[in-house]
């Protein structure tokens, strides 16, 4: 991995100062801050997903097959 120098120095210090070699803490800033995703079935997953969007209003009006078209998502100009 390729760190910027401060970046790199600034992790040995702090290594340092906890007693561990740096390969040892920046493993355990990746468990803590990157822990590894819950295997979830195609089921719960879709069940999350539905739950996620009830979060959202439904009140908004659709839009018009104008607003969705390609000329109005993209700015061609050839």
């Known amino acids: ?3 910027k120098p401060e970046v790199e120095a600034s992790l040995a210090a702090q290594a340092r100062e906890r ?3 740096v390969v040892e803490y ?13 295997q979830r079935s195609p089921e719960q997953h879709i069940s999350a ?3 996620w969007l009830k ?12 607003a969705v078209s ?3 998502l993209y700015d061609d100009k050839l």
């Open 70 to 72: 390609r000329e109005s």
């Open 55 to 66: 979060e959202f209003p439904q009140t908004a009006p659709p839009l018009s097959d104008e």
């Open 19 to 21: 007693g561990v070699s």
């Open 1 to 3: 991995m390729d760190l």
């Open 49 to 51: 997903l539905h739950e």
């Open 26 to 38: 920046v493993g355990s800033l990746l468990e803590k801050f990157a822990p590894p995703r819950a």
